[in-house]
């Protein structure tokens, strides 16, 4: 029976890594393209994403809550007008030196935790 716990656990534990994923811009493109990134399909709750310098990635949705996801930007993060980027109380974004957050008007593009922390349009540059 304890080896049965001990399976189920580790069943569980596999899962949730398996999960997450390293998703780095591959090209210019949008953020709902899964061609656009490495991982091979658009970015989900727990992934690590990364935009290159030199990369271009355009946020054209409304995005889901997501969990736990941590974006790094060294490129550019562009938000078409309306769109945003919402992530959970563990998320973060990070911006370089080298990266920039862009957007058309001015209004919420990246809310944590239910909190507004960019509000666009930019650009604005990193570090942030």
């Not at 716990?5 to 998703?23: E, H, P, Q, R, T």
């Not at 736990?68 to 973060?92: A, E, H, S, W, Y």
């Not at 809310?111 to 960019?118: L, N, P």
């Given at each position: 029976?304890?080896?049965?716990?001990?399976?189920?656990?580790?069943?569980?534990?596999?899962?949730?890594?398996?999960?997450?994923?390293?998703?780095?811009?591959?090209?210019?493109?949008?953020?709902?393209?899964?061609?656009?990134?490495?991982?091979?399909?658009?970015?989900?709750?727990?992934?690590?994403?990364?935009?290159p310098?030199?990369?271009?990635?355009?946020?054209?949705?409304?995005?889901?809550?997501?969990?736990?996801?941590?974006?790094?930007?060294?490129?550019?993060?562009?938000?078409?007008?309306?769109?945003?980027?919402?992530?959970?109380?563990?998320?973060?974004?990070?911006?370089?030196?080298?990266?920039?957050?862009?957007?058309?008007?001015?209004?919420?593009?990246?809310?944590?935790?239910?909190?507004?922390?960019?509000?666009?349009p930019?650009p604005?540059?990193?570090?942030?």
């Amino acid at each position: 029976m304890n080896y049965f716990k001990i399976g189920l656990i580790c069943v569980f534990i596999l899962a949730f890594n398996f999960s997450k994923a390293d998703c780095t811009a591959i090209k210019d493109g949008d953020w709902s393209n899964p061609t656009s990134w490495s991982c091979g399909r658009v970015p989900a709750d727990y992934d690590v994403i990364t935009i290159p310098v030199g990369f271009i990635i355009n946020v054209d949705i409304n995005s889901p809550t997501y969990i736990d996801m941590v974006i790094n930007v060294d490129g550019t993060l562009n938000f078409d007008n309306g769109q945003k980027i919402n992530l959970d109380c563990g998320g973060q974004v990070n911006v370089s030196p080298t990266g920039r957050l862009t957007g058309g008007n001015p209004g919420s593009k990246i809310d944590i935790c239910g909190e507004t922390v960019w509000n666009g349009p930019g650009p604005t540059s990193g570090p942030l």
